[in-house]
């Protein structure tokens, strides 16, 4: 055999045990505690619950929490932390502004699969004092309550296109007239230039707080 032809060999035969012990590291069976905890969190369902804080760390919770998903790998089990927020008027020295408030100060909202197993992985978090629900145990959100604090994208059928006048029929500009500028569809959010405050001013509102008005 020539030398080159040699190489070829050698180079092939190197490339087919390199493949080998992929498959092998593809193909390694699971044991059976990672089958039975597989198989377990497959059977539980994704909801949404409300953990209690203490005043004023609902960002040190949730910070921590995420913390906590990542240290103990629990990305399939904890998926969303929320601190609810919501626009709200302001005013100071006599002007008025715009602002994020939180809608629900003391706690946020986590959207897990819940099992006992989490428990104390939860409830250990530096700035989380408990679940909310009977005698502090988990009581998931019903799927009207995801609804009504917008957990949830929600799918809205509407006939707004950029250049409509819309008028906004909830929130903290309730009432107020404006143009829509854009719309996303995908996100169920309109952008709409309404005047506030003596100026024209952009806001984001969701597709289903507002109502498409004759010209």
């Not at 593809?26 to 905890?37: G, H, T, V």
């Not at 377990?40 to 040190?60: I, M, P, Q, R």
């Not at 909830?170 to 404006?178: D, H, Y």
Request: net charge negative; proline share 2%.
């Amino acid at each position: 055999m020539e030398e080159k032809d040699l190489i070829a060999s050698e180079e092939t035969g190197e490339t087919m045990e390199n493949n080998q012990s992929t498959t092998l590291v593809e193909d390694k069976e699971l044991s059976d505690d990672e089958i039975a905890y597989k198989e377990f969190v497959d059977g539980l369902e994704a909801k949404w619950y409300v953990l209690h804080t203490f005043s004023g760390y609902e960002n040190v919770a949730k910070e921590n929490l995420e913390t906590v998903v990542e240290k103990f790998n629990l990305q399939d089990r904890i998926f969303e932390i929320v601190i609810p927020m919501e626009d709200v008027v302001e005013e100071k020295n006599g002007k008025k502004k715009l602002v994020q408030r939180k809608a629900m100060p003391c706690y946020i909202l986590v959207k897990m699969k819940y099992a006992d197993d989490l428990w104390h992985n939860v409830i250990y978090t530096r700035g989380i004092t408990g679940f909310v629900g009977p005698k502090g145990r988990p009581l998931a959100l019903t799927e009207e309550e995801v609804i009504k604090l917008r957990l949830e994208k929600i799918k809205v059928e509407v006939d707004i296109v950029p250049g409509d006048n819309v008028e906004i029929i909830e929130g903290a500009l309730n009432s107020m007239v404006g143009k829509v500028q854009t719309v996303n569809v995908e996100d169920g959010v309109a952008s709409i230039s309404v005047e506030m405050f003596g100026r024209d001013t952009i806001v984001d509102v969701q597709l289903s707080q507002i109502h498409k008005i004759n010209a």
